[in-house]
Antibody, heavy 119, light 107 residues
């Protein structure tokens, strides 16, 4: 069974930083691209970042709303993906989901972790 | 960025109904489109990928079709567990984008 477990969500003040982790099991992690998708309270889904598999150089993509502030990374040895978030804003308040795969092929989602940005 | 427009935004339907949701893209996607179901408080769940491929474990009453800019999700014989919000997502071009969602409610 494929499982993705996010962690690291918290209440943080505007301007501060926070790091999210996603631990993956049940699949060969290195073969999967990873993404982060977020959902603000009562709103729709927003894709925010993507990292290719290591075989493809682990190159990254970002939504304009987070580019320059958020950094996605991966550690194949730990079957984990990460999202480092800096200069957090009120509008970054959301549930953050990590996703394995996608892009024309089946994908798998974690249960999400809540990030609240508020003073 | 590619804009994804779903219609309708919401639909009231009865058990046993056939429900059709459409998704229009502002640019051609080939077949790089997925459909997701989301229930309150839960993560989205993949239904359809590559426009028409049924994800493993998803009931066959769900089907997807289309290519280019126009796509359709059909739910045949609506079941109680199908009341949820449905999203389309394009993965043809970064940034990947989602439709605004279609809420399927009980009539």
């Amino acid at each position: 069974e494929v499982q993705l477990v996010e962690s690291g969500g918290d209440l943080v003040q505007p301007g501060r930083s926070l790091s999210l982790s996603c631990l993956v099991s049940g699949l060969t992690f290195r073969d999967y691209a990873m993404s982060w998708v977020r959902q603000a309270p009562g709103k729709g889904l927003e894709w925010i970042s993507y990292i290719r598999g290591t075989a493809f150089g682990a190159t990254t993509e970002y939504a304009a709303s987070v580019k320059g502030r958020f950094t996605i990374s991966r550690a194949d040895s730990k079957s984990s993906a990460y999202l480092q978030m800096t200069s957090l804003r009120d509008e970054d308040t959301a549930v953050y989901f990590c996703v394995a795969g996608g892009g024309g092929s089946p994908d798998y989602w974690g249960q999400g972790t809540l990030v609240t940005v508020s003073s | 960025d590619i804009q994804m427009t779903q219609s309708p935004s919401s639909i009231s339907a009865s058990i046993g109904d056939r429900v059709t949701i459409t998704c229009r893209a502002s640019q051609g996607l080939s077949r790089w489109l997925a459909w997701y179901q989301q229930k309150p408080g839960k993560a989205p769940s993949l239904l359809i990928y590559a426009a028409s491929s049924l994800q493993s474990g998803v009931p066959s009453r769900f089907s997807g079709s289309g290519s280019g800019t126009n796509f359709t999700l059909v739910i045949n014989t609506l079941q109680p567990e199908d009341f949820a919000t449905y999203y389309c997502q394009q993965s043809n071009t970064f940034p990947w984008t989602f439709g605004q969602g279609t809420k399927v409610e009980i009539k």
